[in-house]
């Protein structure tokens, strides 16, 4: 199959035999066989003058270096591309964030925490993938259920400034009576660094003086994640 796909990349689609058009593929067999440029061909519908909409997929995804980067592309950077323009451009993020969301389990305010994987469920869809620290606390009430979130860092590569002020300062705001704390590791490796278990101690303890429990620290890699209370670091 990939052999005629790249073989056709060039001709129209309209041209094919019915049963290799990706739409029509898909109504008859499911999205299931199709390969990821199938799929992003349905999205942009057509290529360009030299590249029907296939050859265009097959670009984008070698260009950006996969799916998961083409989704991180911004609009700018997608409509570089010859054949996409804004609408296209809007056409892709609009689906990849639509399939970023249909992962994320939903951590509305209210529910309940039973342990990490809720957490874990909810925040990996927005973490993989970023090439950045970010250093998020999650507010619970006094019976484990969320009021809300807040980011409190966003760093470099291999960095994030957190500071206990900054830390608890929302959950003071909002009388949290415990909270969450999670962030991801850009190199997509979760084990915790030894600056993670000092920071996680610092704030257990700030937290300890504040009568604001410390329920977990969790770290995010490449699908899978640590949680210092699942480990006994806490």
Not at 108 to 128: E, F, T
Not at 191 to 217: F, M, N, W, Y
């Amino acid at each position: 199959m990939d052999d005629i796909i790249s073989q056709s990349a060039a001709s129209a689609i309209k041209d094919w035999p019915e049963n290799e058009r990706p739409r029509e593929r898909l109504i008859k067999q499911g999205p299931e066989g199709l390969s990821d440029a199938q799929l992003l061909a349905i999205l942009l519908r057509t290529g360009h003058q030299r590249q029907n909409a296939v050859g265009l997929a097959m670009k984008l995804i070698a260009q950006f270096g996969g799916l998961l980067a083409l989704s991180q592309a911004s609009i700018t950077e997608l409509c570089k591309v010859r054949g996409i323009g804004p609408a296209k451009a809007a056409h892709l993020k609009a689906a990849l964030e639509l399939g970023r969301r249909a992962v994320s389990s939903p951590l509305n305010a209210g529910v309940r925490i039973r342990g990490s994987k809720d957490i874990y469920r909810h925040y990996y869809a927005h973490l993989r993938g970023l090439k950045h620290e970010l250093f998020k606390v999650i507010l619970l009430d006094g019976k484990n259920r969320i009021i809300r979130d807040s980011t409190i860092s966003e760093g470099s590569l291999t960095v994030s400034i957190v500071h206990p002020r900054e830390v608890f300062n929302p959950a003071i705001r909002d009388s949290a009576g415990a909270v969450i704390f999670i962030h991801n590791h850009p190199s997509g490796d979760p084990t915790p660094s030894r600056e993670d278990h000092q920071l996680t101690k610092r704030l257990a303890a700030c937290g300890e003086l504040l009568g604001i429990k410390v329920l977990d620290h969790l770290v995010v890699g490449d699908a899978r994640y640590f949680s210092f209370a699942d480990q006994g670091c806490l």
